[in-house]
């Protein structure tokens, strides 16, 4: 199970970086060429409206599972050295937008996405302290395995993406 375990995070990091990064583009070359826009926010929650507040709250459930991943892959990790490890995921992925101009760099959604990879960390924590180790990994990664599938179905199947 250990390796079908780490299967589903490489998984979960490749559709995360697809979704964060190219917004599920099949077209990464056009994306790459004809979309850019290098913009860099350094204050946080900045422009708060709506639309941002839709966008904080999808940033931070998108990074929840990468916290439960972790909890699942790397047990003998301290918590900090997990949420490191979290922040500077968010902190990549934040700078790879900004070098390659293909979105808008934001330290908000660092702060976000941090949030959420810790409340993934705390609730398998906590899950941990009162369900068998084996019976929280089964559970944790059959959901978030239904959940990648259900997500790749949509986008193959269903949803026309335009970036």
């Known amino acids: 199970m250990k390796t079908s375990y780490k299967i589903l995070l490489g998984v979960y990091l490749a559709m995360l970086l697809w979704l964060v990064l190219f917004k599920f583009s099949y077209d990464i070359i056009s ?95 906590f899950g941990s302290k009162y369900i068998d180790n084996r019976t929280l990994d089964r559970c944790i990664g059959a959901i978030i395995a239904i959940i990648l599938i259900a997500i790749l179905f949509l986008r193959v199947f269903v949803v026309k993406v335009q970036y």
């Open 31 to 125: 994306v790459l060429i004809y979309h850019q826009v290098r913009s860099l926010n350094l204050i946080p929650f900045a422009g708060y409206s709506h639309l941002i507040s839709r966008e904080m709250i999808e940033n931070f459930a998108v990074f929840v599972p990468f916290g439960l991943l972790l909890g699942m892959n790397v047990k003998r990790t301290s918590f900090w050295r997990k949420l490191g490890i979290i922040s500077a995921l968010s902190l990549f992925v934040e700078l790879v937008q900004y070098i390659l101009a293909i979105g808008i760099t934001d330290i908000t959604d660092l702060i976000t996405n941090t949030l959420g990879g810790f409340v993934g960390l705390i609730v398998y924590h």
